[in-house]
Nanobody
Framework: QVQLVESGGGLVQPGGSLRLSCVAS????????MSWYRQAPGKQRELVASISGGGGGGRTNYADSVKGRFNISRDNTKNTVFLQMNSLTPEDTAVYYC????????WGQGTQVTVSS
């Protein structure tokens, strides 16, 4: 069982930035493929960004809507994955979920991001 705890959400003005963090339990974090998803009210959960684990070389993948604005990274020494979000727009408002994939998929509890003036 992998436990994930997200932090860093909040209220930000359009054009602003936020950095989300997700700390994972377990001693083999480096093997986990990590992702950030988001779910806006009335919409399906969607993949925002992912980063490979194990021998994947830290390959990253982004949704078209966030390319060039968001950056996913990981620190395996701290069992942590980050999502740096820049140039935020109201359309980025959602609950953001951290997810780990290793044999099974695990989810965090989510953190609210609200972009509003």
């Amino acid at each position: 069982q992998v436990q994930l705890v997200e932090s860093g959400g909040g209220l930000v003005q359009p054009g602003g930035s936020l950095r989300l963090s997700c700390v994972a339990s377990g001693s083999i974090f480096s093997l986990y493929a990590m992702s950030w998803y988001r779910q806006a009210p009335g919409k399906q959960r969607e993949l925002v960004a992912s980063i490979s684990g194990g021998g994947g070389g830290g390959r990253t993948n982004y949704a078209d809507s966030v390319k060039g604005r968001f950056n996913i990274s990981r620190d395996n020494t701290k069992n942590t994955v980050f999502l740096q979000m820049n140039s935020l727009t109201p359309e980025d408002t959602a609950v953001y979920y951290c997810s780990a994939l290793y044999l099974s998929r695990y989810w965090g509890q989510g953190t609210q991001v609200t972009v509003s003036s």
